[in-house]
């Protein structure tokens, strides 16, 4: 079965920083391009990174650029976000998927930044 968990939310006063994890199982890992979304409370879900197969190039959307930064790990079937000077409006349930998103939803990790 393949899926991806995330791992690493958490409440964080603004300015703050955590990182995330999101573990790939039961798939090619390296072969697929993995993307973080976010879900903010009465919001659609959106897409904030995503990181290529091979050399690894990046993509950030506007509203997080320059704080957050995107890396893998594929002996460790992992990708991280890395999350820095965090602000009351990075507050959502983040997620991973492909950068396609064709698999289905895990449960996400909660992040809140709040003082």
């Known amino acids: 079965q393949r899926q991806l968990v995330e791992s690493g939310g958490g409440l964080v006063q603004p300015g703050g920083s955590l990182r995330l994890s999101c573990v790939a199982s039961?798939?090619?890992?390296?072969?697929?391009?993995i993307g973080w979304f976010r879900q903010a409370p009465g919001k659609e879900r959106e897409g904030i990174s995503c990181i290529s197969t091979g050399e690894g190039s990046t993509y950030y959307a506007d509203s997080v650029k320059g704080r957050f930064t995107i890396s893998r790990n594929n002996a460790k079937n992992t990708v991280y976000l890395q999350m820095n000077s965090l602000k009351t409006e990075d507050t959502a349930v983040y997620y991973c998927n492909t950068n396609t998103a064709d698999l289905p939803w895990g449960q996400g990790t909660q992040v809140t930044v709040s003082s």
């Open positions: 039961g798939l090619t890992f390296e072969r697929y391009a």
